[in-house]
């Protein structure tokens, strides 16, 4: 133990006294408003207008905003809000501002719960029927006499979860209130998800909708270069660094947070490395890392059948089974359940869950000719193999799994 303690002590004080390279590493991080925001100049413009008239007691118009992943949306909105807040306290307007990731609250429950919270009103974290605790919501609400405005980022990932009944409850919120206005913005990652909602939802929320275009490498170098500035020491990075972050960035879909990422990573890189400057090649290093971790937050937050049938994909693949079809992998995966102890969801379930497990990049589903017979899916790891194991291995159920093999595949691997 007493030699641990020495390691440790040699890491925090040789990195204690490497001091040479960020300034101010939080800069580089998702969660940091700058206070500027390049090249989104017109959607904080425009965005300005559409809430303005909160500063004289009128309601604005619920915004809708969607874009990839890194284009700007969340920084923007929370940028335009926060000054709005300050100009409102500057003159006493009383306006109030809560904030809701959608994918983390996960239920209708927990997002009025968060609302409740921004506005003090006591509701238990559980407990309650979700009508009961929207009733208190909206007592609350007309009580404190204030304009409201409901953030729900990540929209879409509750709206497929729990479909938009949500949604319509809160648009049509301010015809049971005369002493308080609520307006929401809703922020989506996904362009279509528009289609999921019902007209009488999409025409209510989308009464003034903004587009965030994903950034080009250009853009993308001078968001960089700005938070550059501020995170490290001068003369601690090669422009080429900086550009290759960009471009990285901009080949997966013009997204800012990765090139924030991998600028971050490659610093931390060259400081382990006790480097004197960062450079390409620590950048292609953070790459590697934040792929690598990427995959592993992907697998280890799946819901419990998702892991299920990536499973049986995994164990199709030990057959020697690389391209499977929606049937192979069904048919491991009930043996799964049934060993695990839990009911097989149905096979079109299943199905269903594969084509999502395809959106995120875990899967390869594509679809091939037969010729006269039709055309089917062949189905495919799209992520190696050392992650996966890595994460199921110390996983609950599927960990107690390692050493089964079902009865379908036993005689393609020659286990009679």
């Known amino acids: 133990m007493e030699k641990e303690i020495d390691i440790l002590d040699t890491v925090f004080e040789r990195f204690l006294s490497s001091t040479h390279f960020f300034r101010d590493r939080d800069v580089l991080r998702h969660d940091y408003i700058p206070e500027k925001l390049p090249h989104r100049e017109d959607q904080i413009k425009y965005l300005g207008m559409v809430v303005a008239p909160l500063l004289k007691t009128e309601r604005c118009s619920n915004i809708f905003i969607y874009g990839k992943t890194g284009t700007g ?58 009508g009961e605790v929207f009733d208190r919501f909206k007592k609350g ?12 980022d990540e929209l879409d990932e509750l709206i497929r979860a729990r479909g938009d009944v949500l949604l319509y409850e809160l648009t049509r919120v301010n015809e ?20 999921l909602l019902e007209p ?6 989308s009464e003034e909708e903004v587009v965030f275009n994903p950034y080009d490498a250009s853009e993308l170098q001078d968001i960089l270069w700005e938070r550059a500035e501020l995170a490290f020491y001068e003369g601690v990075l090669h422009r080429g660094a900086v550009s290759l972050c960009a471009a990285l960035a901009a ?38 890392r934040i792929e690598h971790d990427r995959i592993i937050d992907a697998l280890t937050n799946l819901t419990p059948h998702s892991k299920f049938v990536l499973y049986s994909v995994y164990l199709l693949g030990k057959a020697n089974i690389y391209s499977a079809i929606t049937g192979d992998i069904y048919e491991v995966y009930t043996e799964l359940c049934k060993e695990i102890g839990t009911s097989p969801l149905t096979q079109r379930r ?26 089917t899916k062949k189905i495919s790891l799209a992520i190696p193999r050392t992650p996966f194991k890595e994460v199921y291995a110390n996983n609950g159920h599927l960990g107690q799994l390692t050493n089964f093999t079902p009865n379908c595949l036993k005689l393609k691997l020659g286990k009679n």
């Open 200 to 205: 009488r939802v999409l025409s209510s929320l």
């Open 73 to 130: 949306k969340t920084a923007v909105m929370k940028y335009v809000l926060n000054r709005l807040a300050q100009k409102a306290a500057e003159f006493g307007v009383p306006v109030k501002i809560a904030y809701v990731n959608c994918r983390l609250a996960g239920t209708e429950y927990r997002v009025f719960t968060s609302l409740c919270d921004a506005l003090d009103i006591s509701v238990p974290f559980t407990g309650l029927a979700v």
């Open 350 to 375: 299943v199905s269903g869950l594969i084509n999502e497990l395809d959106a995120i990049g875990l899967l390869n589903a594509r679809v091939v000719s037969r010729g006269r017979y039709g055309r």
């Open 141 to 152: 609400l007309e009580k404190r006499k204030l304009s409201f405005i409901v953030v729900l």
């Open 251 to 288: 080949a997966e879909h013009g997204d800012a947070r990765r090139a924030l990422d991998l600028l971050r990573v490659a610093g931390e890189v060259a400081e382990r490395e006790n480097a004197n400057i960062i450079t390409e090649d620590n950048v292609r290093e953070a790459e590697k």
């Open 176 to 195: 049971s209130l005369s002493e308080s206005k609520v307006s929401i913005v809703g922020i989506s990652n996904d362009l279509r998800f528009k289609e």
